[in-house]
C-alpha cells in the first residue's frame, strides 16, 4: 500500500533556531517527492520538488534531502521565522497515469518568539 | 500568471441549498483537481478532469457534481450537503505533459453546512 509517513507529528521551535522534519514513504513506483507548506485555512504551496535521482535541492531558507534507497526525505528550515509556522506536507507522486498524489499527514511547527 | 484562484472564499449553506465553488487557472494546464480536506488532515482527492473530460472520481457522493466547461475554468456543484460535508475544498492545476506533475493549488474555500 502506498503510503507517506511524517514526524514529528507537531514541533515548536524558538525564532532563529534551525528544524528539520522527516518523511518515510513506501510509494512506488516513484516519480518525485515534494514539500508543501500550508498556512492554516488556505491552500498548499510547494517549497521543493525532487525526482529519483536528486538528492538535495534549496529554496531559500529551505533545503530538502532525499535518499530514494532508503526512501526517507526530510525537510530542514534554517533561522526560522515566526511566519514559518504552518504545516509541512511531504507529498509523494507515483509513476501513473494521473498521478495520483500521496499526501503525508504532515508536520504541524509553531515558531515562538 | 502562476496562480489558481478560488471562489468564494468563504461559504456558509443549509442542507436544502444549492451552490457552486468556482476554481479558474490560466497557466495552460490541462489537467485540473477538486480535494476536500478536513482539519488537521491532508487533502483528499475528489475528482481529476483531463482535457475537460472527468478522468477519476473517487466514489464521491452525487451531491458532489463537478463540471468542466473550459480548460480554465472548474466548477463543483453542491445540493443537498450534509454537516460532515463541512471542510476547506482545494483546487489544483497540472501540466498534463509535465513529467513531474507538479500540481498548483489554489487558496481553497472553507465550507459550513448548517
Known amino acids: 500500500k502506498n503510503q507517506v509517513e511524517q514526524s514529528p507529528q507537531s514541533l515548536i521551535i524558538l525564532e532563529g533556531k534551525n528544524c528539520t522534519l522527516q518523511c518515510n514513504y513506501t510509494v512506488s513506483p516513484f516519480s518525485n517527492l515534494r514539500w508543501y507548506k500550508q498556512d492554516t485555512g488556505r491552500g498548499p504551496v510547494s517549497l521543493t520538488i525532487?525526482?529519483?535521482?536528486?538528492n538535495t535541492k534549496s529554496n531559500g531558507r529551505y533545503t530538502a534531502t532525499l535518499d530514494a534507497d532508503t526512501k526517507q526525505s526530510s525537510l530542514h528550515i534554517t533561522a526560522s521565522q515566526l511566519s514559518d509556522s504552518a504545516s509541512y506536507i511531504c507529498?509523494?507522486?507515483?509513476?501513473?497515469?494521473?498521478?495520483?498524489?500521496?499526501f503525508g499527514t504532515g508536520t504541524r511547527l509553531l515558531v515562538s518568539p | 500568471d502562476t496562480e489558481v484562484t478560488q471562489t468564494p472564499k468563504h461559504l456558509v449553506m443549509g442542507m436544502t441549498n444549492k451552490k457552486s465553488l468556482k476554481c479558474e487557472q490560466h497557466?495552460?494546464?490541462?489537467?485540473m483537481y477538486w480535494y476536500k480536506q478536513k482539519a488537521k488532515k491532508p487533502p483528499e482527492l475528489m475528482f481529476v478532469y483531463s482535457y475537460e473530460k472527468l478522468s477519476i472520481n473517487e466514489s464521491v457522493p452525487s451531491r458532489f457534481s463537478p463540471e468542466c466547461p473550459n480548460s480554465s475554468l472548474l466548477n463543483l456543484h453542491l445540493h443537498a450537503l450534509q454537516p460532515e460535508d463541512s471542510a476547506l475544498y482545494l483546487c489544483?492545476?497540472?501540466?498534463?505533459?509535465?513529467?513531474?506533475?507538479?500540481?498548483?493549488f489554489g487558496p481553497g474555500t472553507r465550507l459550513t453546512v448548517t
Open positions: 525532487m525526482t529519483f535521482s536528486e
Open positions: 497557466m495552460g494546464h490541462r489537467a
Open positions: 489544483a492545476s497540472s501540466q498534463l505533459r509535465d513529467r513531474a506533475n507538479e500540481q498548483y
Open positions: 507529498v509523494v507522486s507515483p509513476r501513473a497515469r494521473f498521478q495520483k498524489l500521496v
